[in-house]
T-cell receptor
């Protein structure tokens, strides 16, 4: 059974700093998604990573996938307050089902 | 303007009542999904449908039922058998449920959600 673990689960940081969120998963998969959720709102698709070594960037966010290490990272560069949200990773299992991490709540202070 | 709509936004249920949550999409997607989200947790799959008139149970289907009579619509009924239904319910859709390597036609897009509270 595929399990997905995110860490940290909570992160408070200052504007302008860099940080990385980690997403580990327990069995082989080469499809991983990152989503963003604002409080009380729905989920917004950020990145789709479909192969080993895939790297995607959008603004101050960059996501990468290492399928051999079963690890994805979401790197935040020079954080700004607007990036405050909860970030989820989700991995496709052998039954084509998305298995979700618990989410990382990110608070960026001015 | 393509997208996924859910209604109502807030729903209150009394003990012993069945309630139905609506989900409609105009993206021409074949696959649709229902998830439950509890505070501080990831999403858990309730039901999914790959095609009209077909649907499959997810990890937590007990106490829920669905139908897929039209491609655009995938309503979820929370029955009285669901003992702890208070949660945030999210509907999603994707072009396909599975996708060839290096294609992202299985990317799921979410509706705004329905917050269900048991009184």
């Amino acid at each position: 059974e595929l399990k997905v673990e995110q860490n940290p689960l909570f992160l408070s940081m200052q504007e302008g700093k860099n940080y990385t969120i980690y997403c580990n998963y327990s069995t082989t998969s080469d499809r991983l998604y990152w989503y963003r959720q604002d409080p009380g709102k729905s989920l917004e698709s950020l990145f789709v990573l479909l192969s080993n070594g895939a790297v995607k960037q959008e603004g101050r966010l960059m996501a990468s996938l290492d399928t051999k290490a079963r690890l994805s990272t979401l790197h935040i560069t020079a954080a700004v307050h607007d990036l405050s949200a909860t970030y989820f990773c989700a991995v496709v299992d052998s039954n084509y089902q998305l298995i979700w991490g618990a989410g990382t709540k990110l608070i960026i202070k001015p | 303007d393509g997208g996924i709509t859910q209604s109502p936004k807030y729903l209150f249920r009394k003990e012993g009542q069945n309630v139905t949550l609506s989900c409609e999409q105009n993206l021409n997607h074949d696959a649709m999904y229902w998830y439950r989200q509890d505070p501080g947790q990831g999403l858990r799959l309730i039901y999914y449908s790959q095609i009209v008139n077909d649907f499959q149970k997810g990890d937590i289907a007990e106490g829920y039922s669905v139908s897929r009579e039209k491609k655009e619509s995938f309503p979820l009924t929370v029955t009285s058998a669901q003992k702890n239904p208070t949660a945030f319910y999210l509907c999603a859709s994707s072009l396909d449920r599975t996708a060839p390597s290096l294609l992202d036609t299985d990317t799921q897009y979410f509706g705004p959600g329905t917050r269900l509270t048991v009184l």
